[in-house]
């Protein structure tokens, strides 16, 4: 990431302000799927939508952005509404991701595929990689992103497995309505919970986590 891709981000951020302080549809609709507690790691989260609905689901966030200026949008937005979440300036194509273990890692409208393995080996056995983006397919409708910043069909998946975790819950599909809806890949993968000693087997390893996993 260039100085002036960063500033281009702040200044769109700057552009933009608050705004109405929603998570993503597309993330909300996958809920049931979400650990209830534990710790969170929202991957270029941007404003904080997201990283804010996560906390009132339950977890400790930690959100990281690359735009000084976002992250100070989302410090008004977490005060705003008394949700204590972490902020760290992170370049994620310079810096190491912060340290797991995490129960749960968001990725969303953010593409860089050479993270996907070192989410895997931050994510805690058990625990869930959230990832949403547009693909190809978006530009039947959208001109933009461009080609270089859209997944191919089926990559999600593809991406996922290769770094060793296994898909719980996948889609493509235009997600939302009219001129709004985006095709979105969408795909939940889980890190194998490590084998139990014990004579019981437990199939679950993070607490409140949703429908278990057997790969999709
Ligand atoms: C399309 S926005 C998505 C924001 C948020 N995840 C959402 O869904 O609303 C992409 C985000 O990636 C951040 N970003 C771009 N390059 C980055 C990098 N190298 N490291 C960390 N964040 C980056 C931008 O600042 C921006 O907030």
């Not at 058990?126 to 992103?145: A, D, E, K, M, S």
């Not at 985006?182 to 993968?189: C, K, P």
């Not at 014990?198 to 790969?215: A, M």
Request: hydrophobic content about 35%; some cysteine.
């Amino acid at each position: 990431m260039t100085d002036e891709d960063r500033e281009r981000w702040d200044r769109r951020y700057a552009a933009q302000g608050l705004g109405d302080g929603e998570p993503s549809a597309a993330l909300v609709e996958l809920a049931p799927w979400l650990p209830r507690r534990g710790r969170a790691l929202d991957l270029a989260g941007g404003r904080g939508e997201n990283a804010r609905w996560l906390d009132a689901q339950g977890l400790a966030v930690t959100l990281t952005d690359l735009s000084e200026v976002a992250l100070d949008l989302a410090r008004r937005l977490f005060e705003r509404s008394g949700a204590s979440i972490e902020r760290r300036r992170v370049d994620l194509e310079r810096e190491p991701l912060p340290p797991g273990p995490w129960e749960l890692v968001l990725c969303c409208s953010y593409l860089q595929r050479e993270l996907v393995p070192a989410v895997a080996a931050a994510l805690a056995p058990g625990g869930r990689f959230v990832w949403i983006h547009p693909t190809t397919t978006n530009l039947q409708r959208h001109p933009r992103p461009g080609s270089r910043f859209l997944l191919e069909p089926g990559e999600a998946e593809r991406l996922v497995r290769a770094a060793g975790l296994r898909p719980c819950w996948s889609q493509e599909a235009w997600v939302g309505r009219g001129d709004d809806a985006r095709f979105l890949a969408r795909v939940i993968a889980e890190r194998p919970p490590e084998p139990s000693r014990g004579r019981r087997r437990s199939r679950r390893s993070i607490e409140g986590t949703g429908p278990t996993c057997d790969g999709a």
